[in-house]
């Protein structure tokens, strides 16, 4: 009887697993297909933005979503922003950092990016639309566009390395 059970067991955990897999590339693939949508969100200064219009600069553009109380969100732009002057010049592109933090803590975006001298666009996502657009489920997320405004590549999470992951994706795009 046991033998049973456990047999069953492995057998659900691994229909689980191949579901979460295709249920994976179901996004992967839907967001592929996707453009940015026409969304306005502030800038750290105010000034209104249109989300679609990154995705007809004829650049490939990397949006990464985060918030300031994410440390792999903040370590993942730091270290972007580290390659960004180099990335600008073989690839370019353009990085769009998004924040998600709501409105009682989307005053601490500014200062932070400030302090860190990020040099890219920081857009705040305040009520979460854009992330609900794109049907984003956590932070950090990274959504690479395409020249032609097409959602090319997306990655959940952020371990150190990361970054050079991204950038073999971008190269395939420059191909």
């Not at 990016?113 to 489920?137: A, F, H, M, S």
Request: aromatic share 8%; net charge neutral.
């Amino acid at each position: 009887m046991n033998k049973k059970i456990l047999s069953v067991l492995v057998v659900m955990v691994i229909a689980m697993g191949a579901f979460a897999q295709d249920q994976k590339k179901g996004v992967e693939k839907a967001l592929g297909e996707k453009s940015l949508p026409v969304l306005s969100l502030a800038d750290v200064n105010g000034k209104q933005v249109n989300v679609a219009d990154y995705g007809k600069s004829g650049k490939i553009t990397i949006i990464s979503f985060w918030a300031t109380w994410c440390i792999p969100c903040k370590k993942e732009l730091t270290n972007m922003a580290e390659l960004y002057d180099d990335w600008k010049k073989k690839y370019n592109l353009q990085i769009v950092a998004v924040s998600i933090d709501d409105s009682r803590n989307s005053t601490k975006v500014k200062p932070y990016v400030e302090g860190q001298r990020w040099t890219y666009d920081v857009l705040l996502d305040i009520n979460q639309d854009l992330k609900r657009e794109l049907n984003i489920q956590t932070v950090p997320f990274t959504v690479v566009v395409d020249a032609n405004g097409k959602i090319a590549f997306t990655h959940s999470g952020y371990v150190e390395g990361d970054e050079y992951v991204l950038e073999e994706e971008i190269q395939k795009l420059k191909k």
